[in-house]
């Protein structure tokens, strides 16, 4: 865990010194890839192989999915969710559970913004599909349109699949119980991060450190 936001901390640092116009930065790179960064400011990283993997009209959408982490602040959810999960292992599926809900949010996100969900699903469709495993990607908190997959390499099964049949089906309503659900986890995983922290602070007393 320590590593991965070592990482991410250089990446931001990084991509907040590369030029930049409205808060995107294009590498040149032929791997499809695309990932907000948090920072001051919070930067959307995109791969020139991602903007010649989508079409203009996808590339709003692209833009406004990654948008959508920067202004939530998606980061520091799931960075307090993997926190958990690294500190007890029983938090590990909630983990999971948090970096796809806020995937989730952000696709609806930019059906808002663009307001063509099967479209949306599509430009989901063809990032996961086209992406590939890069070295010297930031991992941890650093979110982006191929969620998992960016990560994992994994495309043809999990959480993507399932994020494309939720902007095919019918929009869901506001479901306060989910939003409150969600939130206590947070809460959990913030309160045995917590635990774990004074269990070593007591350890490392009784042997004198």
Request: with cysteine; aromatic share 4%; proline share 7%.
């Amino acid at each position: 865990l320590w590593l991965r936001a070592r990482t991410l901390a250089a990446a931001a640092v990084e991509a907040a010194c590369m030029p930049a116009r409205d808060g995107v930065v294009v590498v040149e790179d032929e791997a499809p890839d695309a990932f907000a960064l948090p920072g001051l400011p919070g930067r959307v990283v995109v791969s020139t192989g991602m903007l010649d993997t989508l079409d203009p009209a996808e590339h709003d959408i692209l833009l406004a999915h990654e948008r959508a982490h920067l202004d939530a602040h998606h980061y520091a959810f799931v960075a307090l969710a993997q926190l958990g999960a690294a500190v007890n292992p029983l938090l590990r599926a909630p983990a999971r559970y948090v970096t796809y809900t806020i995937e989730r949010w952000a696709d609806e996100r930019a059906v808002a913004a663009t307001g063509d969900r099967t479209r949306v699903a599509r430009a989901v469709g063809k990032a996961a599909l086209a992406a590939r495993p890069a070295a010297g990607r930031p991992l941890g908190a650093a979110l982006g349109i191929l969620g998992l997959a960016r990560l994992t390499g994994r495309t043809g099964a999990g959480p993507v699949p399932r994020r494309v049949a939720a902007l095919l089906a019918p929009p869901l309503g506001r479901h306060p119980l989910l939003a409150a659900a969600t939130t206590a986890l947070l809460a959990v995983a913030a309160l045995s991060s917590a635990e774990a922290a004074r269990d070593l602070h007591r350890l490392l007393e009784s042997v004198g450190i």
